[in-house]
């Protein structure tokens, strides 16, 4: 959608409302708890438990979380925690579903630039989002226990990595369109743009080397990805 002033935002479709509508006043997300036998609890009361064990997962891991550092945060007891979340394993679920439907993947660009301009906006923007230190403790926790909850990682997928090949694929399409770029699988050039972008500093961050934070290391890989993305590496014949 245009604004007077030359904005466009570019979203996957559906996200972004959703995610808006859930989000709570501080910022954590606001799962849907399935209803479970035993005693009841308010919505409030779900909401703390679930916040405070997102922070747990996030903080140590899946593996390194017992059902006794869940109680001895969150208080009450075992029985609660098994007949309200399904344990352990239910609530860690829940969390990471909550998180899923947060995730916002948009961004705002300056449509009156050229295709150059555009494409670095587009790329410094999906940097920021992706280095955020909440993004990538959520990414790390995710390959770690991937096998295990094949569900919720694929949840995962579809709502950080698919929905930015979707945003960016819906650009090339449209400049394919505009002839600003030649022919070519929207989605298949999207994904080499991506990971062209990401894959250092994601790589990076995640073994806990800060220097990939560094601003200016950033701004020579969007430089880079944009100038190889749509001019290439060989030199042309005169």
Request: charged fraction near 25%; hydrophobic fraction near 40%; glycine fraction near 8%.
């Amino acid at each position: 959608m245009k604004s007077p002033i030359g904005l466009e935002r570019l979203s996957a479709a559906g996200n972004a409302s959703q995610s808006n509508r859930e989000r709570q006043s501080d910022g954590s997300p606001s799962p849907t708890v399935k209803k479970r036998r035993g005693g009841r609890l308010t919505e409030a009361r779900r909401t703390e438990i679930v916040r405070k064990a997102a922070s747990l997962f996030l903080e140590k891991g899946y593996e390194r979380v017992t059902v006794d550092d869940i109680i001895a945060l969150v208080g009450g007891s075992k029985a609660t925690l098994y007949s309200q979340f399904g344990g352990k394993d239910g609530l860690f679920e829940i969390v990471i579903k909550g998180y899923c439907t947060d995730v916002d993947v948009a961004i705002d660009f300056d449509t009156t630039g050229d295709t150059a301009e555009q494409l670095t906006q587009i790329g410094h923007a999906f940097l920021k989002m992706v280095l955020s230190p909440r993004i990538l403790e959520l990414h790390r926790l995710m390959v770690s226990i991937g096998k295990r909850f094949p569900s919720i990682t694929q949840l995962f997928y579809k709502s950080g990595p698919q929905s930015a090949y979707e945003i960016i694929a819906a650009w090339i399409e449209k400049q394919q369109a505009a002839g600003h770029l030649r022919e070519g699988d929207p989605r298949k050039l999207a994904v080499l743009f991506h990971d062209m972008l990401i894959g250092y500093h994601q790589g990076a961050l995640l073994f806990s080397l800060p220097k990939a934070r560094a601003s200016k290391s950033i701004d020579d890989t969007v430089r880079a990805a944009v100038s190889v993305f749509l001019y290439g590496t060989a030199v042309r014949a005169s």
